[in-house]
């Protein structure tokens, strides 16, 4: 199947499992899913692939059973690469529109050791500055989500790169909101031409702080 752009009626299904995040909405739409969101996801993910590799769309369902949000439904569609070696690419779907990115989201200990040890070496902190700037320079930001409240654990709050060595995702994200170039087969130009800038990002992150 060819990928001609997402489906206008995708974002609605999400606004509307927004206010409606019950099994009686979503038996009585889940053909919307099917056709709407879901197959054009496929379309995309079987033309990406041939560049990016094997891509792995994320069930609808969520795993409530640790959660405190018991609502059975996600409210986005994601789809990652599949390796489980390497940083990873990543988009989200949903009614806000489009999330690109990629990195490590949940670096190993050992993996978040070195990069601090990275950040914290004059030597090699411009490396690691030159990195975070290329994806900056291509709209990406570093993800700040759980990132340290003060510093970590050995090192000062006055450190000059103390917003890096804060970090504990070593991850970038760009966001879209809803446009209409969503729509039309231009999306997989837009798309595949960020995964690229995210590509440049893993393939730093591989090469300097692999175990």
Do not use: C
């Amino acid at each position: 199947m060819r990928f001609d752009g997402f489906n206008p009626d995708g974002f609605a299904f999400y606004d509307e499992l927004e206010r409606d995040n019950t099994r009686e909405w979503w038996l009585a739409n889940k053909a919307r899913y099917d056709e709407h969101v879901r197959a054009p996801a496929e379309a995309l993910a079987a033309e990406l692939e041939p560049e990016f590799g094997p891509l792995k769309i994320f069930r609808p369902y969520k795993d409530v059973r640790f959660s405190a949000d018991k609502r059975p439904y996600k409210d986005h569609l994601g789809m990652v690469s599949t390796s489980l070696t390497e940083p990873a690419l990543y988009l989200q779907f949903s009614q806000h529109g489009l999330v690109l990115g990629g990195g490590l989201y949940q670096p190993s200990r050992e993996q978040l050791a070195r990069f601090r040890e990275l950040v914290d070496d004059s030597r090699s902190a411009e490396d690691v500055t030159e990195a975070v700037a290329r994806a900056e320079a291509a709209d990406f930001a570093l993800t700040t989500e759980g990132k340290v409240a003060t510093a970590p654990r050995g090192y000062r709050t006055d450190h000059p790169r103390i917003e890096l060595l804060r970090l504990t995702r070593l991850a970038i994200s760009r966001r879209y909101p809803q446009e209409d170039w969503m729509y039309r087969r231009d999306a997989l130009d837009m798309i595949s031409a960020d995964w690229r800038a995210v590509s440049a990002w893993n393939d730093w992150l591989a090469d300097a702080i692999r175990p």
